[in-house]
C-alpha cells in the first residue's frame, strides 16, 4: 500500500508542476505581445491557450489524486489547510472560466471597446493572480498550516 500512496503522491505533485509551470513560461510572452502580428501573435495566443487547457486538464489529476491521497492518507475534510485549499481551488476554476479567453478575443479580432493595451494589461494581470491562486494551494499543501 505504501508504494500505490506514493506514486499517487508522485502524480498528485506531477499534476501540481503541470498546472503551474506554465503560466510561468507564459510570463516572459506577455512582453511579446505588445508587438507581435499576424503568425507570431496566432503562435502566442496558442501557447496561452495550450497552457490553459493544459492547467484544466493536470487540474482534474490534480483533484482526483487529492481526494484519493485525502482518503487514503486518512485527513479529515475539516482539516483547516485541507478545507482552505477547497476554497481556494474553487475560486481559481471559476476565476480561470473568464481569466484569459475574453483578453486572449480582443487580441486577436480588436475591439473599438478596449485597446490592444488594455487587454495586454488585463491579461497580465490574469496571468499573476491565477499564479499567486495556484502558488497558494501549493503552500497549503506543502506546508499544512493549522488555521483554525
Do not use: C, N
Request: hydrophobic share 60%; proline share 5%.
Amino acid at each position: 500500500m505504501l508504494i500505490g500512496y506514493r506514486l499517487l503522491l508522485y502524480l498528485h505533485v506531477l499534476s501540481a508542476v503541470m498546472s503551474i509551470g506554465p503560466f510561468f513560461l507564459l510570463i516572459p510572452m506577455l512582453g511579446r505581445l505588445r508587438t507581435a502580428e499576424g503568425r507570431e501573435l496566432e503562435a502566442y495566443i496558442g501557447s496561452f491557450r495550450f497552457a490553459a487547457r493544459m492547467a484544466k486538464h493536470a487540474g482534474h489529476v490534480l483533484v482526483a489524486s487529492g481526494v484519493l491521497l485525502a482518503l487514503i492518507g486518512g485527513y479529515s475534510w475539516l482539516t483547516p489547510w485541507l478545507d482552505a485549499t477547497v476554497i481556494v481551488l474553487v475560486a481559481s476554476l471559476l476565476f480561470l472560466a473568464r481569466a484569459f479567453s475574453p483578453h486572449l478575443l480582443v487580441l486577436t479580432s480588436p475591439s473599438p471597446d478596449q485597446s490592444r493595451e488594455d487587454a495586454l494589461r488585463r491579461l497580465r494581470r490574469s496571468v499573476w493572480i491565477y499564479l499567486a491562486l495556484l502558488l497558494l494551494m501549493l503552500w497549503f499543501m506543502v506546508a499544512k498550516p493549522a488555521l483554525w
